[in-house]
């Protein structure tokens, strides 16, 4: 009998012991990820500005791809990058449109800084799921719904490609 429980409790302990490993392990390539997720970020944001050259909407959706990659395998929750890349395809169609309007390589394509203020809720939520994933998971949808609004109350005057982002397929 003694022999049993000396079994279970070793059993025990190394099963214990295995999950401890394993995720102490994997922390490095979980950073890796974030970080990968965040240069994925950085260069979609360097995409979304028009500059009235042809190949601007190719390397956009390209841009998007990496992104929606390097957020799956760093563990940002779907609805959060889905409502990421709707708001950058959004600030690129604004852009261009204020580019065709404005053609000045200094000052053309701009978006105003209330579009830009309120499409930063959607920043935000992917940096707090990179920087904080654990408590990230308790509070992102609330943020999300927080998100929409204020982008639904600042759009409600815009144009329409800025009125109907909710409505936009998220794939490209």
Do not use: C
């Not at 922390?27 to 601007?56: I, S």
């Amino acid at each position: 009998m003694a022999d049993l429980a000396s079994l279970i409790q070793l059993l025990g302990a190394g099963s214990v012991g295995a999950v401890v490993t394993q995720y102490v392990s994997a922390g490095p390539e979980r950073r890796r990820a974030r970080a990968t997720a965040r240069e994925a970020m950085a260069t979609l944001e360097q995409a979304h500005w028009a500059h009235g050259r042809d190949n601007e909407w190719p390397q956009l959706r390209t841009a998007v791809h990496a992104f929606e990659s390097a957020a799956m395998a760093a563990g940002v929750p779907r609805e959060v990058s889905g409502w990421y890349v709707k708001t950058r395809v959004a600030i690129y169609l604004e852009s261009r449109r204020e580019w065709e309007r404005n053609p000045d390589p200094e000052f053309g394509g701009g978006v105003s800084t209330t579009y830009m203020d309120a499409f930063s809720g959607a920043t935000e939520l992917v940096y707090q799921s990179l920087w904080h994933p654990q408590r990230s998971r308790l509070t992102w949808r609330r943020r999300l719904k927080r998100s929409k609004e204020r982008t639904r109350t600042a759009a409600a005057n815009a144009p329409t490609i800025l009125r109907d982002i909710e409505d936009r397929p998220t794939a490209l």
